[in-house]
C-alpha cells in the first residue's frame, strides 16, 4: 500500500464524481499510515491513527467511497454497519467481532500472497504425487538399473501429465476431510477453540476410508489444497496477518448515525445504541481483542465513520465517541452537473449498465447527450421537490424511462435505439408535474 495521495484521489475520481474534502482526506490519511511505517519503532507506536467521520446526506457517495478502496487495497479493510451490532450481554453481534472479521481478511490476503510466492513448489507437489500414482511403485529390491529405469519413465510420465494427455486416466487419491472451518466471527476465542478440537476429533475418526478414484484432471485441482495444506507455513501467516491487522488494518464504520439516539426523542432513549457506542469506546482507542489466532492490540487500526446524519447530528453521539472522531469531512449534496458526471464519466456508470444489459438481447441503446442533460435536469428537479436521496434517484429515473424499452427488448433484436431528449421529456414529464406522482414513482 504505496500509493501516494494523488494515485488514491486519481483511482476514486474513476468511480465517485466530486466528494473531492472527502477524498483527500481519506487519501492523506491513508499515506500517512505509509509513512508512519516508515519509522524507526519508537516514533512508531507514539503516532496514533487520526480516525474520520464522514457526513454527507444519503446517495452522495460515502459507501461508494468505501467499496471502491476495499477493491483497490491490499490492506485489510472491512467495512461494517454500525447498526449491526448490539451491546454487549445483549443477543447478536458484539463490536469486537469486527475486530476478529478484519483479522479474517488479513488471513486472507496474506495465505493468497504465501501461496502465489510458493506456487511453482505447490505444482511440483502435485504433479509429484500424480506421476507417483499413475507409475507402478518399484520394488524394494530394485537393482540400480531398474531404479534408472524407472526415474526416466517418471520424467516422461511428468511431461506427460503436464502436457494434459494423461487427463482422463483415473487415479486414486485422498479426499480431504471435509474439515468443518468454523469462522464465525462471532464466536468468543474460547469457544472457537473447543468446537476445533471437536472437528479434528471427528476429522481423525473417518480419517482412514477417504479415499476416491477421480481423473487426473480434477486431482491437478483437488491435490492443491493438499498441497497447500502440506507446503504453506499456516504459523508464519497467522503471525504475518496478525501484524498486518494491527498496523494497517482500516475498519470502515457505515451508518454511525443509525446509532447516535437524537435528542429530539428524549425520553425514549435507546439504551441498547448508546451500549453499542460505549462499547465502541475501547476498540476505537485501543485496547485487546481476543482471536483464536492471538491477542489482537487496536490502537494502530484506522476507523473511517460515515452517516447520513438526517434525523441525529454528530454532537448526538457520545461525548468520548465523538472525540475519537477528530477528522471532519463534509460531502456535498449532488447538483445537476454531478448527476450528469454520475452518469457520463463513471466507470460502469448506469447508462452503460443498462446498454450492457440490453446487447444481450441484442439491442444497442445509445442516448444523446441532450437526453442525458434531461435525465440529469428531472432527477435534480425530483430530489428537490421530494426527498433528496442523492444519485439514487437516478435508478428511479431510469428505472421508469427504460421500463417499456426494457421489458419488450428481444422484439428489438438487431436494431439501435437512440433515446433522445423529447422522448426522456414526453416519457418523466408529467411524472415531475405532478407531486404525488414524483412522490410514489421516482
Ligand atoms: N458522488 C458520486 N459519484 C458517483 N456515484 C455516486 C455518487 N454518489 C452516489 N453515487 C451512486 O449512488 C448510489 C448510492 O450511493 P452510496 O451507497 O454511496 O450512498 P451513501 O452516501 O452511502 O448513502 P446512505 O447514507 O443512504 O448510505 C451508488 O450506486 C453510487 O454508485
Ligand atoms: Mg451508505
Known amino acids: ?80 454497519e454500525a447498526s449491526k451490532y448490539t451491546e454487549v450481554g445483549f443477543v447478536g453481534r458484539d463490536v469486537e467481532s469486527m ?33 507417483e500414482k499413475l507409475l507402478p511403485p518399484l520394488p524394494k529390491l530394485a537393482t540400480d538399473s531398474k531404479k534408472a529405469d524407472y526415474e526416466t519413465s517418471k520424467i516422461r510420465m511428468r511431461n506427460r501429465v503436464l502436457d494434459g494427455e494423461m487427463d482422463e ?27 476445533e478440537s471437536f472437528s479434528q476429533i471427528f476429522a481423525s475418526l473417518n480419517k482412514n476410508d477417504r479415499k476416491k478414484e477421480i481423473k487426473v484432471k480434477e ?11 502440506k507446503l504453506l507455513d499456516m504459523e508464519a501467516i497467522k503471525k504475518e496477518a496478525l501484524i498486518r491487522t494491527e498496523q494497517g488494518g482500516i475498519i470502515f464504520l457505515d451508518e454511525i448515525d443509525k ?9 425514549r ?22 482471536t483464536k489466532y492471538g491477542t489482537i492490540n487496536t490502537d494502530h487500526i484506522l476507523f473511517i465513520a460515515a452517516g447520513a446524519f438526517h434525523l441525529s447530528k454528530p454532537s448526538d453521539l457520545i461525548p468520548e465517541l465523538q472525540g475519537r472522531f477528530p477528522l471532519r469531512v463534509e460531502l456535498e ?10 452518469l457520463t464519466q463513471t466507470k460502469n456508470s448506469l447508462l452503460r449498465q443498462y446498454h ?13 447527450d441532450e437526453a442525458i442533460r434531461a435525465i440529469a435536469s428531472l432527477a435534480h428537479i425530483a430530489n428537490e421537490k421530494s426527498e433528496d436521496i442523492g444519485a439514487r434517484r437516478l435508478h428511479t429515473v431510469l428505472e421508469k424511462l427504460l421500463e417499456d424499452i426494457s421489458f419488450d427488448a428481444d422484439l428489438k433484436s438487431g436494431e439501435t435505439l437512440t433515446i433522445s431528449s423529447e422522448f426522456v421529456h414526453e416519457k418523466l414529464d408529467i411524472v415531475i408535474e405532478d407531486d404525488d406522482l414524483t412522490r410514489y414513482i421516482l
Open 1 to 80: 500500500m504505496n500509493m501516494t495521495p494523488r494515485a488514491i484521489v486519481e483511482y476514486l475520481d474513476e468511480y465517485v464524481i466530486g466528494q473531492n474534502s472527502a477524498k483527500k482526506t481519506i487519501a492523506l490519511a491513508l499515506r500517512t499510515r505509509y509513512r508512519r511505517m516508515q519509522l524507526e519503532k519508537v516514533l512508531q507506536d507514539e503516532i496514533m491513527p487520526k480516525n474520520i467521520l464522514m457526513i454527507g446526506s444519503t446517495g452522495v457517495g460515502k459507501t461508494e467511497i468505501s467499496r471502491r478502496l476495499a477493491k483497490m487495497m491490499r490492506v485489510p479493510f472491512i467495512k461494517v
Open 99 to 131: 475486530i476478529r472479521d478484519l483479522m479474517m481478511t488479513a488471513l486472507n490476503i496474506v495465505k493468497e500472497e504465501f501461496k502465489e510466492s510458493s506456487k511453482e513448489a505447490m505444482y511440483e507437489y502435485v504433479l509429484d504425487k500424480i506421476v
Open 169 to 195: 486416466y483415473l487415479i486414486e487419491v485422498n479426499i480431504p476431510s471435509a474439515s468443518i472451518e468454523f469462522n464465525d466471527t462471532n464466536m468468543m476465542p474460547e469457544m472457537a477453540n473447543v468446537q
Open 219 to 229: 486431482a491437478k485441482e483437488m491435490l492443491l489444497t493438499e498441497a497447500s495444506e
Open 259 to 267: 446509532i447516535a439516539v437524537s435528542s429530539k426523542s428524549e425520553g
Open 269 to 290: 432513549n435507546d439504551p441498547s445504541k448508546e451500549g453499542v457506542q460505549r462499547d465502541l469506546l475501547p476498540i476505537v482507542e485501543g485496547s485487546a481483542v481476543n
Open 333 to 342: 449534496s449532488l447538483d445537476e452537473e454531478a448527476l450528469y458526471k454520475i
Open 356 to 368: 450492457a444489459l440490453l446487447e444481450v438481447e441484442g439491442l444497442q441503446l445509445e442516448f444523446e
